[in-house]
C-alpha cells in the first residue's frame, strides 16, 4: 500500500504555521515543497528597499555629515575638490538606487551562501535532499530578515531618527560612526538581534524536519551556517584593516 504525498499548503497556511508552529510548518514543506516559496523571498527582496526608500534623505544627511568629517582633515584645496565630486553622490535618489541594488545583490548571494551550506551540511551527515525541496524551506527560514526592515521602516517613521546601533553594537559602540564602521567587534555585534536568532531557531528547525538530521548534526551544520554567513559581515571590515583602510 502507497501513501499519497501530502498536498502542498497554500501561502497564508505555511505564513501563519512559520510565525505559530514553525516545526510543523517545515515538516510539511519536507513532505510537499509549496511554491509558495515567492512570498517570503519577494518580502525578502521587497521591504530592505522600501525602508531605503523611507530612510533615505536621513542616510543623505548622515552621508554627506560622514564625509564632511573626513574632508576636514584634508588640505583645503583637496577637500574642495573632492566636496565637489560628492555632491552627487549624497543625492537621496543616488543614495536609493545604489543601496537598493547592493541589497538585491547581498540576498541573493546570501541566498546562494545558505542553499550551498544547507545542501553539503545535510549531504555529509544525512541523507542528500533535492534543491528543490531545500530551496522553499530556506525561503520561509528568512522570513524573520524580511521583517526587520519593516519593523526599522515602522520606526523611521515614527522617530523620524535611523536606528543607528543595531542589535548589541551598542556595547561597543563609541559614538563615532565611522571609528564604529572599521570595528570588526561592532559589525559582528550588530548581528545579533533578535530577528537573525529567530532566523537561526528556524534554520535548525529546517535541518530538523526538511534534512532529516540528529540534533548534534543539525547544531554542527547551523555553526558552520552562522560562522560562514556571519563571517561575511566582518571580513570586509577587517580586510579594510588589514590593507591600512581603517
Same mark, same amino acid.
Given at each position: ?17 512559520? &510565525? ?8 510539511? !514543506?519536507?513532505? $510537499?515543497?509549496?511554491? =509558495? #516559496?515567492?512570498?517570503? *523571498? %519577494? ?60 541589497l538585491v ?15 553539503f551540511g545535510?549531504? &555529509? ?8 525541496? !531545500?530551496?522553499? $524551506?530556506?525561503?520561509? =527560514? #528568512?522570513?524573520?530578515? *524580511? %521583517? ?28 563615532d560612526p ?50 560562514? &554567513? ?17
Amino acid at each position: 500500500m502507497t501513501t499519497q504525498p501530502s498536498s502542498s499548503l497554500p501561502w497564508w497556511s505555511l505564513l501563519w504555521d512559520v &510565525l505559530t508552529a514553525p516545526r510543523r510548518a517545515f515538516e510539511h !514543506l519536507a513532505e $510537499a515543497p509549496s511554491r =509558495s #516559496w515567492w512570498l517570503p *523571498a %519577494l518580502l525578502a527582496l521587497l521591504l530592505p528597499i522600501v525602508q531605503v526608500a523611507v530612510s533615505k534623505d536621513l542616510l543623505a544627511e548622515q552621508a554627506k555629515k560622514a564625509a564632511l568629517q573626513q574632508l576636514s582633515a584634508m588640505p583645503p584645496d583637496q577637500a574642495e575638490a573632492a566636496r565637489a565630486a560628492m555632491t552627487r553622490f549624497f543625492q537621496p535618489a543616488f543614495i536609493l538606487l545604489t543601496s537598493s541594488l547592493s541589497l538585491v545583490a547581498a540576498l541573493v548571494t546570501a541566498w546562494i551562501f545558505a542553499m550551498i551550506i544547507l545542501y553539503f551540511g545535510i549531504a &555529509l551527515l544525512g541523507r542528500p535532499v533535492k534543491a528543490g525541496v !531545500l530551496w522553499p $524551506a530556506v525561503a520561509w =527560514s #528568512w522570513l524573520p530578515l *524580511a %521583517l526587520r526592515p519593516l519593523v526599522q521602516s515602522a520606526w523611521v517613521l515614527y522617530s523620524g531618527t535611523l536606528m543607528v546601533n543595531q542589535g548589541l553594537s551598542f556595547l561597543v559602540a563609541t559614538g563615532d560612526p565611522i571609528q564604529d564602521s572599521k570595528n570588526p567587534l561592532y559589525m559582528l555585534a550588530s548581528q545579533v538581534d533578535l530577528f537573525n536568532l529567530w532566523h537561526l531557531v528556524l534554520i535548525y528547525l529546517l535541518l530538523r524536519a526538511v534534512g532529516k538530521l540528529g540534533r548534534g548534526s543539525a547544531v554542527f551544520v547551523l555553526v558552520v551556517y552562522v560562522l560562514f &554567513l556571519g563571517g561575511a559581515h566582518v571580513i570586509p571590515t577587517l580586510a579594510m584593516r588589514l590593507f591600512g583602510f581603517g
